[in-house]
Each structure stands twice: as C-alpha cells, then as structure tokens.
C-alpha cells in the first residue's frame, strides 16, 4: 500500500456515498412536487422510488462478481458515470417513463458505488471494519439530512426541484476526479488469499444465509420508511419532511460514534438493541400526532442507525471468506427487499386510502379534486387514516428481527465460549 492514500480514498468514498444518500433525501422530498406536476398516483410514485431499489441491486450484484477482477477504480468510475446521466436526465424529466429510467440509473450508480467502496472501506482498514464502515455509512443519513434541508429550504423560496436535484452534481463531479485520480488496493480477499472457491463456501454457509434473510429486514425497516414517511406523515404534521431529517440526523451522530458502542456490545448485541429500540421508534410513528411525532423520529433513529453498516460488518468480520462478494450480496439483497416491499406498499396504500373513502368512490376523481373542496377534504382525512396503518403493518418486520437477533447473540456467544 505504498502508493495508496487512505484517507484520500476514504474522503472520497464518503463523497460517493453523500451523492447515493443525496438522490434518497432529495427524491423523498420532491416526490410531493413530481406526484402534482406530472399528476401520478401513489402507485406510479410507488414504482419510480421502487426502480432506484432494482438499479441497485442489479449492479451491486453484478458489481460484486467482477470487482476483484477488473478492480474497484473501474468500478467507481462507471458509478459517477452513471449518476452524471441519471441526475440530468432527472432534471429534464417531462413524465412517468423519464423519472422511471432516470431513477433506474441513478440506482444503478448508487450500488456500483456500494459495490466497490464497501470492499475498499474493508481493505484498507482490515483491523476496524465495522467501526470504519459505520463512519463511511454515517454519509448515508448525512446526505439525507443535507437532502431534506435543501428541499425544506429551496421549496420555502420558491425554488423547483429540477434546481433541487442539481446539487447533486457538485459531490458527483468531486468524487469522479478523486476516484480518476487515485490508486487503489486490491481487495482484501484477494490480498489474503483466499481462494474463489473459499469464497463461494462462505456465501453459501448456513450463517451467511440467515444474514442475508435478516438484511432484507433491516433493509425494509431502514429504507422503506426513511423514504415514505414524509408522504405518509404528510396529514399528520405541516413538517413531515423534517421527520426524515430528524431520523437521518440521529443517525449520523450514532454512526459517528459507533467504536465504543461495537467494541462494548459486539455487532450482533448492538443489531439486537437496534431492533427493540427501532421497534418501539415505529410503533410510535404510527400512533402519536402533531410535535410528539418528534420524539417518535428520534427514537426510530436511534434504532435503525446501525443496522445496514453493522450488517455490512458482521459479514466482513466474521465470515472474511466471502470477501466483496459477501458484502456486496448483503447491500444486493437489502435493496431488492426494499424494493419488492415498496412496490407492493405503494399499492397498499392506495387501497387504504380507497377503503377509508365512501363506498365505491373512484380514487381517481379524489386525487384530481380541487383543493378547499368537500371531495379534496376527504382524501385528505383517508390519507391521515392509512399512512399510520402502512406502518403498523411495517412494525411485524422489526418485531421478527427482535427474535431472529436473539438467537444471533446467543449463537455467537457459544462460537466464542467453543473457540476459547
């Protein structure tokens, strides 16, 4: 590693990842704006956010079976290509089919990037990789912290969403020249020396499967609410987008100070905390009103704040034969999770919101309604009804994370006192 700057490449990771978190907070901002301008319903809204979940894993995937063969500088450079496209693309969409295609690229940009900086994080700090990974993933909340901000705050002057959107380039352009300009390390497989049949063993032992089934969990309880929520909470408070930022925001101090906490719970310990604390966080999203719904966020912060870099962690520690592929296939399936659950919710959702209408109402007729009018009154009062009834519906996921948890620390309790 003679040539290699670590804290360069690191910087610059972080960078990478604040675009993928910027198209997160900001599209869960404007999706309010895209649904009124271009008049799609929340199905249609549903499936455009759904397709930055296919994107991603489609190329983390992907990603994950070439990285250590044409190397993660490729990789990074084929990342901020592909978000140059998706982001101008997106700035100059003119319907449903722009925003679908638009998105579907940036998705594929944001898992090149996981696909490549989760191993480069991994290789060059292989003594700290669950601390190190939560101090790259805290640009994750970062960016949606940043994202919302810039929403609330351009929305609040007047300013479109197509100016939103291009903020994103300023990150894009910086990360594209460091990552251009930089060597990089092989990965940390290939530098130990494991073979690519050690590597295929260790995806396919029964640990590694049982936490690819717990990532689409954590995925689902991280992703899908951090992106619905101010659409959901958007009948139940004036500020709902200040939700995400909240969440988000918790999220980035915990992840910032995450070495004490790993090193004194252990990753699986911290995932079991994680889970009970996430699950009280959402039950309370879904029940209280107006500025105790604060509190609520903060709390459903504090509890998915280290799910998706300690995942990440426990596979790179504990199962180190699986090496970018292991890692790659834990953010994979995360994000396909997320994104079959997304889509699946979007229309949900529109179903509770037709049940909570008068009978045989067309939700169509409600959705074109003219503001101050009886028909636009009731849609709203039927979308203060289902938002909190998607979530109570999302609360069974952490509950089961709860158990499945448990039996991780205990597992990993007897491997240690076994190996002692």
Known sequence: MQNIQKSKLFWASCLAL????????????????????????????ATIT???????????????????????????????LFHLAGIVLTIFAQGYWTLFL??????????????????????????????????????????????????????????????????????????????????????????????????YK??????????????????????????????????????AILIVTLTAGVMV????????????FSPSGVLLISAIIAVLGLYMLSILTGNSIFIAALIFGIGVCYFW??????VAEYIPKSGALGINLMGGA???????????????YDELIAKHLPAGADLDNYVNAPAGTQTAAALHDAKNLAGPEVLQTTLIIPVLLVIAFSGLVFYMRSRKLANA
């Open 253 to 264: 101090v915990g992840r910032a100070f995450a070495e004490p906490i790993v090193h004194r």
């Open 309 to 314: 870099p300690t995942m990440i962690g426990f």
């Open 202 to 239: 260790a995806v396919l032992s029964p640990l590694f499967l049982f936490m690819i089934i717990c990532m689409f969990g954590t995925a689902i309880t991280e992703l899908f609410t951090g992106q619905w929520i101010s659409l959901l909470m958007a009948n139940i408070t004036q500020n």
């Open 50 to 80: 759904a397709t930055a979940f296919w994107g991603f894993p489609l190329a983390i995937i992907v990603g994950a079976f070439v990285v250590d063969i044409i190397g993660m500088k490729r990789l990074l450079v084929m990342a901020f």
């Open 334 to 348: 995360g994000m396909f999770a997320v994104s079959l659950y997304m889509m699946f919710m979007g229309g949900y």
């Open 18 to 45: 604040l675009v993928t978190s910027l198209s997160f907070g900001i599209r869960a901002g404007i999706m309010g704006p895209l649904s009124a301008e271009f008049n799609l319903s929340a199905s249609e809204l």
């Open 102 to 199: 638009s998105t579907l690229l940036i998705g594929i940009a944001n898992g090149t990037v996981e696909a490549a900086c989760n191993p480069l994080v991994a290789a060059l700090y292989p003594d700290n990789k669950t601390t190190k990974l939560n101090h790259f993933h805290l640009w994750f909340p970062g960016g949606i912290v940043i994202g919302t901000l810039i929403v609330y705050l351009l929305t609040d002057m007047g300013i479109g969403w197509q100016v939103q959107m291009g903020f994103m380039l300023i990150p894009a352009l910086i990360y594209g020249y460091l990552f251009y300009q930089l060597e990089f390390p092989v990965t940390e497989r290939v530098s130990s020396g494991y073979s690519t049949a050690d590597m």
